[in-house]
């Protein structure tokens, strides 16, 4: 799953995000651009709620990687 951060989230609204994920047992690797924030979470995402995690304030859009089942 990635997560994409508006291009105006702070460092504040990140730690949130961020936050979110560990409180879920999730792991996330940051990819920090020039003009944008990708969180990549890792693990078993399906239990996710992506409308919850789209809602949150500075994420921008959020991506679930399809299985290749």
Known sequence: MLIIMKKNADEETLRRVKQYLVDRDFDFHQSTGANRVIVGV??????????????????????RIPDES
């Not at 890792?42 to 991506?63: F, K, M, N, Q, R």
């Open 42 to 63: 890792i693990g078993d995402t399906a239990s996710i709620d992506i409308p919850a995690l789209e809602s949150l304030p500075g994420v921008h859009v959020v991506y």
